[in-house]
């Protein structure tokens, strides 16, 4: 036997904690997956790298004028601080950042209709806005769930506009108050790091071994959440497929990666595709696995590389009576680090109906989840993975279509901002370096 149901339902319920990035309980989950794969006979190492974690030791916002109230808010990592007293203005709501808005924003604290990304951001400084209000959540969220707001740190350039999250309900109350005077306080330590783990299970391959096909599925969950479908599933699918390839050994090498820090923008991927940059060339596709197992769903696979390997996917799955779809398009999950690493992937989920499963709370529990829903996607996988390591020619070509492309493109350009940054920041320190030694 080595795909067991049993064994992966015990195994999903033990993995199903709270295990936030850069905590000790992340660190002991990476550990019970390592342990694992050791029990199985399979090879597996932790691999640990370094995080931003910011600090955030206070973050309110309140009405002033006309009337006086709290309201509940967490402070954005990165994204600036205030003084002890914080900032006291006038609140402007932007629905859209268009000029017209923009002219109005100049010494304002903003609340945004949507996330704050960096073109935003920069657009916002640019019109001399102070602060940022981002909204979460849905306006049916029962209170305990509406108090859970997910922190979140900014991409690229931070440090310069202070930003806020509040939930939608409060949100829609401001609005139709039209507060006259209101307060924000944000203060962090946004230097702070922290330590996050990727654990990395090699299956050799027979003939075929320079080859390489990843398996994926981030391990970590955002507070509050056991992350029981987020993405508990994934890791333990991918935990399950290792027990079957090193039952019946591949012709091609078989690698699983369970990536820490997925939760604050893909973190752990990223940073096994940069340590392993020399293998890039030689692994000929990922397959990720975010979120499966739920009860009521269906199965998708969002395949970034060519037209021709979705097709190829959506055929492959109609052969095995499985109502799979398939699209060509970028995933917000690990998949899309190794499509900008230059390998073919894709991200395999099972998704709820509005309405039904949620995940990013503490609703995210074995609940809704059941076994042989699970095992829908386990076995179609496996059956795909198969077929690409056994082959005699590799069948994916490394191929991407232009939308894939540019999406990546567009994704990095966010991320280089982070690097600039640094390079930047190193620069600098070298010039004051220098300067110093000039004076003596
Ligand atoms: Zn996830």
Known sequence: MSVCKE?????????????????????????YLKNECEKAGINAEIEEFEIDMPVISKATFEVLEPYKKEY????????????????ETELVYIENAVDVHLNHVKGKICLLHGRLNPELSEKLIKAGAVGTISIAGS??????????????????????????????????????????????VLLQDAEKKGISHNVVATIEGSDLKDEILTLSAHYDSVPYS???WDNATGSITV?????????????????????????????????????HKDEMDKTIFNINFDMTGVTLGHEICCVSASNDVMHAIEYLAKLENNALECKLDTYSSDSTSFAGAGVPACTFARLAPMGGAQIHNHYD???????????ITLNFALHFAKQLVN??????????????????????????????????????????????????
């Open 391 to 440: 082959t005699t020619t590799n069948l994916i070509p490394r191929k991407f279509d232009e939308v894939i492309t540019k999406k990546l493109e567009e994704r990095k350009k966010w991320f280089s901002e982070e690097k600039d940054e640094k390079k930047k920041e190193s620069e600098e320190n070298k010039d004051e370096k220098t300067k110093e030694e000039e004076k003596k």
């Open 139 to 184: 306006f049916y969220d029962e209170k305990s769930i509406a108090d859970e707001l997910r922190p979140r740190n900014t991409f690229g350039k931070g440090g310069q506009l202070p930003g806020l999250v509040m939930h939608i309900s409060d949100a829609e109350e401001l609005v139709r108050s039209h507060p006259a005077k209101v307060r924000m």
């Open 226 to 228: 056991k992350g029981a």
């Open 7 to 31: 064994r992966a339902w015990k195994t999903l319920e033990e993995l199903s904690f709270i295990r936030v990035a850069g905590t000790q309980e992340e660190l002991k989950a990476a550990q």
């Open 239 to 275: 935990l399950e497929m290792m027990h079957y390839f090193a039952k019946h050994q591949p012709r091609r090498t078989v690698k699983a990666v369970w990536c820490g820090s997925e939760e604050i923008g893909l973190v752990g991927s990223r940073k096994y595709c940069e340590t």
């Open 365 to 375: 529990t074995m609940e809704h989840l059941d076994p042989d829903s699970f095992m």
């Open 72 to 87: 509940h808010v967490i402070g954005i990592g990165k994204s600036g601080t205030t003084d002890e007293n914080g900032i």
